[in-house]
């Protein structure tokens, strides 16, 4: 098997597995997001549990890391050998005559996500590390209650971080619009080509990302 | 009609090549686009010029020699033809029509629109083909029963004519159509289906070999091929693989 994942054909079948992975922990993401539009309390306990967890902490999470670095570091392998089969440039080439614009720009897209993603460790990740993990509180507390849902509202605030969150979720939907049957594909099963699983990809890359902006802008506006 | 073409002009495939321009008079809608090549180059010839050298054999549309990237798409504007079954209709007295090769760094450049396609025999060689001993006891293929769908989606794949607009359309210069289909023929029959892992193993290692690129489903070689040869091939594909290995 180690053969096959050097081949061409495994590689976007690797490419694949960590995008079916990822595009399952955004569901789980937006689905605990959702809950701080209704319940302060009910986001606050499922952070907490998320955030102190044994087995999210020490088990899913560094899969999740793993995840993420893999689908980049193998997106960026991919594209320089893609260049590099490339001939001399085409003086004319009608790229819009025979294929979306998000197909051929997953590269950019992908990188507008990964900006995006060092921007969300900085807000985020890094802080929750370093009250854990360094300074050694696992409490998830502060001045008598839990901090969670005060620490994501504080974040939006700033209207130019709720700008590049809502420009970076565009981008995740335009990724997402190819890649959701793009990776059924790799995977050689026809069912990304079936128009119900096509339907499916089109909502997924557009409620997914629709909802991380909408809950940005409400914390945004609301606070 | 009255046409400016810019043709790329390549000596050899050590020369720097460059897009040069050339006006065409009197062109009537009714030619194919290679015999208004071939008034270009009898134009050019009458003027002591080099001719542009550009591939052709069949002019009906099956043996896949014609090529040429034309205002940016592979066998031109048209869809479902090749370069040869590509009339002149297409375009409009007064046009500027942009013609290259087709482009990858597996199909090297040998004469102005001319490219060295020899990359899909290798791959071919590698595997695209059945083991059959034809010592006179080989059994009619019509008495093994197939199904009809397995049967025309053989024959679908079967129609691909090797031209390579596929690799010189796709964004990374894949090869992926091509093998596709060319794994797909066989891999549906039951003749094929004995060397099925070896087929496919080899295959897909010689067009790594060759240096194309990796398929990112955009889907461009689907729409650009001029024998509609399906996306499903790169899935069967993926799946032949996938199967080859485990097994």
């Not at chain 2, 002019?59 to 869809?79: F, L, V």
């Amino acid at each position: 098997m180690s053969g096959f994942f050097k081949s061409s054909i495994g590689r976007k079948v690797a490419m694949a597995l960590s995008a079916f992975f990822l595009m399952f922990f955004l569901i789980i993401h937006l689905a605990v997001n959702i809950t701080s539009l209704f319940s302060e309390d009910v986001f606050n306990e499922l952070s907490h549990f998320m955030g102190t967890n044994p087995l999210v902490q020490f088990g899913l999470q560094p899969v999740l890391i793993f995840g993420v670095v893999f689908h980049f570091l193998m997106g960026f392998v991919l594209e320089i050998r893609n260049k590099k089969a490339n001939g001399v440039a085409y003086a004319k080439n009608n790229g819009a005559a025979n294929s979306t614009w998000m197909s051929r720009n997953m590269i950019y897209s992908g990188l507008v996500i990964l900006a995006f993603i060092v921007l969300h460790f900085i807000d985020f990740w890094f802080p929750e590390i370093n009250t854990k993990y360094i300074q050694g509180d696992m409490s998830g507390m502060h001045d008598g209650g839990f901090r969670y849902f005060h620490e994501l509202v504080e974040k939006f605030h700033n209207p130019l971080r709720v700008g590049a969150y809502v420009v970076a979720f565009i981008l995740l939907g335009l990724h997402l619009a190819h890649g959701f049957t793009s990776a059924f594909q790799s995977m050689g099963l026809t069912a990304g080509r079936k128009k119900n699983m096509q339907t499916f990809g089109k909502l997924y890359s557009i409620i997914i990302p629709l909802g991380f902006i909408i809950i940005a802008l409400v914390h945004h506006f609301n606070h | 009609m009255n046409l400016t073409l810019k043709i790329w002009r390549q000596k050899d495939s050590n020369a720097k090549g460059q897009m040069v321009d050339y006006k065409v008079t009197d062109i009537s809608e009714h030619m194919s686009f290679l015999e208004m090549m071939d008034v270009l180059n009898e134009q050019l010839v009458n003027t002591g010029e080099e001719p542009v050298a550009f591939d052709h054999d069949c002019r009906e549309g099956i043996c896949g020699m014609c090529s040429m990237y034309i205002n940016g798409e592979a066998h031109g504007p048209d869809r479902g033809v090749t370069t040869c079954q590509l009339h002149m209709r297409m375009f409009k007295d007064g046009d500027t029509i942009t013609i290259e090769p087709f482009r990858a760094a597996a199909f090297p450049v040998i004469k102005d629109l001319v490219v060295d396609r020899m990359a899909f025999e290798r791959i071919q060689h590698a595997g695209g083909y059945i083991s059959v001993n034809t010592s006179g006891n080989t059994q009619d293929a019509n008495s093994i029963p197939i199904s009809k769908h397995a049967a025309d989606e053989a024959m679908d794949a079967a129609t691909c004519i090797g031209c390579g607009a596929c690799v010189a359309t796709c964004k990374n210069s894949s090869a992926m159509l091509f093998v596709g289909a060319k794994v797909s023929q066989y891999a549906l029959l039951p003749q094929g289906q004995v060397e099925a892992a070896d087929r496919v193993k080899n295959m897909v290692a010689q067009m790594d070999l060759e240096g194309f690129g990796n398929c990112t489903n955009t889907g461009a070689c689907e729409i650009e091929c001029p024998k509609g040869i399906s996306l499903e091939n790169i899935a069967r594909m993926n799946r032949e693989l996938m199967k080859a290995n485990i097994s």
